[in-house]
């Protein structure tokens, strides 16, 4: 039985490790913005109905 709580002790503190590293990259990193186009073909947009 110990070693059944220090198993379930282990498997808790990388959860919460990974858990509070998701969450800092979440907090603390800001992507770089950047302007996106995307050239829309005309069939697309001016079709005859």
Do not use: H
Not at 11 to 26: D, E, P
């Amino acid at each position: 039985m110990p070693s059944l709580f220090r198993f379930l002790a282990l498997v808790g503190i990388l959860a919460g490790a990974i858990y509070g590293g998701m969450l800092a990259l979440a907090q603390f990193y800001d992507p770089p913005q950047r302007e996106i186009t995307v050239p829309i073909p005309p069939d697309r947009y001016s079709k005859q109905r």
